[in-house]
């Protein structure tokens, strides 16, 4: 298989600042990125993503949401829908994280509804996928894995899979400074492509973009960004300063 996939660098600040604390980060930010051939973008808490597209405009620096409902509109308290976010042109959506899935009852039934709905539009989904301790102390992982992956994109097609960001994010390594080696995440990455390719076919494998996450960072970018399978990283802690993540960029 021909690697032709553009490296994906994108940084989720989960619940972390205030508006002027994000102003801060964006100036800097700004001031400090080089268009690469990398792609890179910040997902942010909705608050933040009105300042991120003002302050990004006029440059390949993309924003993300951290999650959205799949209805338009109507009474869901406390909810974002995905039209809102298309309304304010926003580029990329995080589903399904494990921290959703774990402390707000996020499921693959809702998760596969959020993405058949993005995929009306044009925000590009960044499906979060991962195994626990447990289940990898087991020898579980690839088939809890499989199992995410196959209920996540039921009913999806081949052409929307082509356009899919996944990140592999063991909840093991989510901020507790134990990153998965090289080698375990990329046996990961690559066990995903084979179930895309399963599913979907080769072309889809070939083009689904997959990235590794769970305390990427400076010190260890540049081996993980290495290997063959891993397109790409989905950086929490080490996005928050506008110098870590350049580093992170710069791999
Ligand atoms: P950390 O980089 O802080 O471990 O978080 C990873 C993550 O959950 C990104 O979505």
């Known amino acids: 298989m021909s690697n032709m996939r553009t490296p ?6 989960k619940m972390n600042k205030t508006v002027r604390e994000a102003e801060e980060f964006a100036e800097a930010f ?21 300042t991120l597209k003002r302050i990004f405009a006029g440059t390949s620096i993309g924003v ?29 959506c995080i589903i399904g994280h494990s921290e959703r899935r774990q402390y707000f009852a996020e499921t ?40 995410q992956v196959r209920a996540d994109l039921a009913g999806l097609t081949a052409e929307q899979v082509k356009k899919l960001v996944i990140a592999y994010e063991p909840v093991w390594a989510i901020g507790t400074g134990k990153t998965a080696s ?43 960004m290495n290997m063959e399978e891993i397109d790409g990283g989905l950086i929490g802690g080490a996005s928050l300063q506008p110098e870590d993540f350049m580093k992170v960029i710069d791999f």
């Open 30 to 50: 700004k001031k400090l990125y080089k268009d690469t051939e990398v792609k890179t973008a910040i997902c942010a808490p909705y608050i933040h993503l009105a």
């Open 8 to 13: 994906f660098i994108a940084g989720n600040w």
């Open 182 to 224: 090289p080698a375990q995440a990329n046996e990961m990455c690559g066990h995903i492509r084979q179930v895309i390719e399963n599913v979907f076919g080769e072309e889809a494998a070939d083009e689904v973009t997959i990235q590794y996450g769970g305390s990427m960072k400076p010190a260890n970018a540049t081996e993980l």
């Open 64 to 92: 993300g949401a951290e999650n959205a409902h799949y209805e338009d509109a109507g009474a869901y308290t406390g909810e974002v829908s995905v039209a809102m976010l298309e309304d304010l042109g926003i580029d990329y």
């Open 108 to 147: 693959d039934e809702t998760v596969n509804k959020k993405l058949h709905r993005l995929f009306q539009g044009p925000i590009v989904p960044i499906l979060c996928v991962g195994e626990n301790l447990e289940q990898r102390e087991a020898g579980r992982e690839k088939e809890v894995v499989e199992k």
